[in-house]
């Protein structure tokens, strides 16, 4: 497999982990009760926080075009991690051991 598939792959993942992060993860629910109790429920950047096709563009514009352009090892470690995260988050689901996720 050429370094520029590996990358792409490992970086959708770890884009998919980050915007769950964002958007759905108990760990961050303080931080996006906060911007949408400051901003609005309709504000523009609540929305953000909240959807996960919006974040996912977004998070996707910054972490995908460095993998493609920048594929080296310190790069492809970090979204190494963020992506087993997101698989193992995924096969989680399939054998009923989400317990404690939102």
Do not use: E
Request: hydrophobic fraction near 55%; charged fraction near 10%; charge should be positive.
């Amino acid at each position: 497999m050429r370094v520029i598939t590996l990358a792409l792959i490992l970086a959708t993942f770890a884009a998919m982990r980050v915007t769950r992060l964002v958007t759905t993860d108990a760990i961050t629910m303080p931080a996006r009760a906060f911007i949408v109790g400051k901003l609005g429920d309709h504000h523009k950047i609540s929305t953000l926080v909240q959807c996960n096709w919006c974040s996912g563009f977004w998070v996707s514009l910054v972490m995908v075009p460095p993998a493609m352009i920048w594929p080296h090892l310190p790069l492809l470690i970090c979204y190494a991690v963020l992506a087993a995260s997101q698989v193992v988050g995924l096969a989680s689901r399939l054998d009923g051991g989400n317990r404690g996720a939102s």
